[in-house]
T-cell receptor, first 117, second 115 residues
Framework: DTGVSQDPRHKITKRGQNVTFRCDPI?????LYWYRQTLGQGPEFLTY????????KSRLLSDRFSAERPKGSFSTLEIQRTEQGDSAMYLC???????????????FGPGTRLTVL | AQTVTQSQPEMSVQEAETVTLSCTYD???????LFWYKQPPSRQMILVIR??????QNATENRFSVNFQKAAKSFSLKISDSQLGDTAMYFC????????????FGGGTRLMVKP
C-alpha cells in the first residue's frame, strides 16, 4: 500500500493561467477529499467524493474551481484563470468509507504547492 | 458550524521533557471524533491520535495521549519523552459522526523540540 500520492508537488504559474492537479488515493479507498492550506494556517475543506460522486462542496470552491473523480479512482482539481490568492498548498486525502456510519480516518497526501505570480 | 481553536501558535520543549498542546472546539453535535495530526517541515500530514466523543477513556498511542473533556469541549495532546523528530506543526481537527466527511482544523501549534 503506497499511500496517497499527488502530482505535481510544486507548480508555479502566471496569473490567468489554468492549472490541474492530480491525486491518487490509497487503493480501494472510496472516499476522496480536497483541502486547501495557506501558509501558517490549518487546512480548509474544499470538496469530497464518494466513489465518482461529488457529494459536498465548500463555499471556498468558486466557479473557477472544478474537481472530478472519473471511475472513482484518481481525482483531478482544476483551477481556471488563476489569481494570486489561489497560492496555497492543495492537499488530497482519502479514507476507506467503512460501513455503519462510523467516521473513518482520512490519510493525507504530500500536497501540491501552487504559486501564482 | 464547528470551530476549532488552538491558542498556542508556538511552543518549545527540551528533548525528553513532556509538553501539552491545547485545543478547544465548539459544536452542538453530541457524536463526533477528534484528531491530532502532525505535519513535519516539508512533509505530509500524518495522524497522531484520534478520540471518539462517546468514549470516556482518553486515547493513548505510545508517547502520545489526550485529555478529552467533553463538557468543557477541550482536547489537549500530551507528548511524553519528547524527541527531536516530534518537531512539527500539530493540528487539532473535528469531524461529525455518522458519515461526516469534512474535517475542521484548528490553526495549528508549531512545536520545536530542542536538544
Amino acid at each position: 500500500d503506497t499511500g496517497v500520492s499527488q502530482d505535481p508537488r510544486h507548480k508555479i504559474t502566471k496569473r490567468g493561467q489554468n492549472v490541474t492537479f492530480r491525486c491518487d488515493p490509497i487503493s480501494e479507498h472510496n472516499r476522496l477529499y480536497w483541502y486547501r492550506q495557506t501558509l501558517g494556517q490549518g487546512p480548509e475543506f474544499l470538496t469530497y467524493f464518494q466513489n465518482e460522486a461529488q457529494l459536498e462542496k465548500s463555499r471556498l470552491l468558486s466557479d473557477r474551481f472544478s474537481a472530478e473523480r472519473p471511475k472513482g479512482s484518481f481525482s483531478t482539481l482544476e483551477i481556471q484563470r488563476t489569481e494570486q490568492g489561489d497560492s496555497a498548498m492543495y492537499l488530497c486525502a482519502s479514507s476507506s468509507g467503512t460501513s455503519g456510519g462510523i467516521t473513518d480516518t482520512q490519510y493525507f497526501g504530500p500536497g501540491t504547492r501552487l504559486t501564482v505570480l | 458550524a464547528q470551530t476549532v481553536t488552538q491558542s498556542q501558535p508556538e511552543m518549545s520543549v527540551q528533548e525528553a521533557e513532556t509538553v501539552t498542546l491545547s485545543c478547544t472546539y465548539d459544536t452542538s453535535e453530541n457524536n463526533y471524533y477528534l484528531f491530532w495530526y502532525k505535519q513535519p517541515p516539508s512533509r505530509q500530514m500524518i495522524l497522531v491520535i484520534r478520540q471518539e466523543a462517546y468514549k470516556q477513556q482518553n486515547a493513548t498511542e505510545n508517547r502520545f495521549s489526550v485529555n478529552f473533556q467533553k463538557a468543557a469541549k477541550s482536547f489537549s495532546l500530551k507528548i511524553s519523552d519528547s524527541q527531536l523528530g516530534d518537531t512539527a506543526m500539530y493540528f487539532c481537527a473535528f469531524i461529525k459522526d455518522n458519515a461526516g466527511n469534512m474535517l475542521t482544523f484548528g490553526g495549528g501549534t508549531r512545536l520545536m523540540v530542542k536538544p
